[in-house]
């Protein structure tokens, strides 16, 4: 289980965030968290959508190249060294970690990381053996 996260390989020149943000705009596809790495040529935007079908069908019709991923949202306690402890847990069980970022979208007091994991489904019974949930919405 986990989200479904949306890649999006974008030039690095002005206005390309701008035309992906308002192709999803217009849809009516609303952005649950958002990241974006950059080379000097080309980044990655990764995003979490509502509508991730949809947003991958709007993407691809106005020419944007999409790939679809699942990763582990995990809503942790708002507060000092909860991040931390996850990434204990994740170190102790050999679960390598590809990339992370967090959303805005927690419930009061939470917090909710986004992992790509080297091997989802080992990260997924390591979170569940130690009662953390991964979201399958959010």
């Given at each position: 289980m986990g989200i479904k996260q949306i890649s999006v390989f974008l030039e690095n020149t002005t206005g390309r965030l701008c035309e992906v943000t308002q192709t999803l705009a217009k849809a009516n596809i609303n952005l649950r968290a958002i990241s974006i790495a950059d080379t000097a040529d080309f980044g990655i935007?990764?995003?979490?959508?509502?509508?991730?079908?949809?947003?991958?069908?709007?993407?691809?019709?106005?020419?944007?190249?999409?790939?679809?991923?699942?990763?582990?949202?995990?809503?942790?306690?708002?507060?000092?060294?909860?991040?931390?402890?996850?990434?204990?847990?994740?170190?102790?069980?050999?679960?390598?970690?590809?990339?992370?970022?967090?959303?805005?979208?927690?419930?009061?007091?939470?917090?909710?990381?986004?992992?790509?994991?080297?091997?989802?489904?080992?990260g997924s019974e390591i979170l569940e053996k130690n009662g953390l949930i991964m979201a399958e919405t959010f």
């Amino acid at each position: 289980m986990g989200i479904k996260q949306i890649s999006v390989f974008l030039e690095n020149t002005t206005g390309r965030l701008c035309e992906v943000t308002q192709t999803l705009a217009k849809a009516n596809i609303n952005l649950r968290a958002i990241s974006i790495a950059d080379t000097a040529d080309f980044g990655i935007l990764r995003l979490i959508a509502d509508k991730t079908d949809e947003a991958i069908n709007v993407l691809t019709a106005a020419g944007f190249t999409t790939r679809q991923t699942n990763v582990a949202a995990v809503e942790i306690d708002d507060r000092p060294g909860s991040l931390a402890a996850l990434m204990e847990l994740f170190q102790k069980s050999g679960i390598n970690i590809e990339y992370l970022y967090a959303s805005l979208e927690g419930s009061d007091g939470k917090a909710v990381v986004i992992f790509k994991l080297e091997n989802h489904e080992k990260g997924s019974e390591i979170l569940e053996k130690n009662g953390l949930i991964m979201a399958e919405t959010f």
